[in-house]
């Protein structure tokens, strides 16, 4: 039987019907009729469920004295939980008993700061600061070559070994 055969075999109302039944429904009546779904609303970002320590210690006890069979489902379904959970919480109470349990952070973990930072980011202001003096300095020089050519006054150059 296929899914939508399954759903059409269900008693249901249809949703004219329950939508009528709800606008004239009193808020009682109206919270009976709406007791059973689920909130429709969908969250713009689900939510990681966490669990203490303390619980987890709890659950995994209670699962240790489980003996008849379907009473580890019937825990797990009552706590909303799946099997991976207590094999993961099993093996971290094993490892390191209630320390074990906590529930570690996600992500990327902290680096230390470099001790050099401070300075390299200092270093790296002194240099963009010195660059644009040395093209300020240069466009000056650019000024003066050009007025002493219009002005006929010749320059004298540095005596040095011409690299320039």
């Not at 019937?74 to 993961?88: C, D």
């Not at 094993?94 to 300075?119: F, I």
Request: proline fraction near 7%; charge should be positive; charged fraction near 30%.
């Amino acid at each position: 039987m296929s899914e939508g055969e399954k759903r059409n075999r269900r008693p249901h109302m249809g949703t004219v019907e329950a939508s009528a039944a709800r606008e004239t429904a009193s808020p009682a009546q109206t919270e009976r009729l709406t007791a059973g779904r689920p909130d429709p609303e969908v969250v713009e970002r689900p939510v990681r469920r966490t669990f203490t320590a303390e619980f987890k210690r709890r659950i995994v006890e209670e699962a240790e004295a489980c003996r008849a069979p379907g009473h580890l489902g019937a825990l797990l379904r009552r706590h909303g939980l799946y099997s991976s959970h207590l094999v993961t919480w099993r093996r971290q109470w094993k490892a390191g008993a209630v320390a074990g349990l906590v529930p570690r952070t996600r992500g990327r973990k902290a680096q230390a700061p470099n001790p050099l930072a401070g300075k390299v980011a200092k270093l790296e202001r002194e240099k963009t600061r010195l660059a644009q003096r040395l093209k300020q300095a240069e466009t000056i020089i650019e000024f003066q070559k050009k007025v002493s050519e219009l002005l006929g006054i010749p320059l004298s150059r540095p005596d040095g070994d011409g690299s320039d």
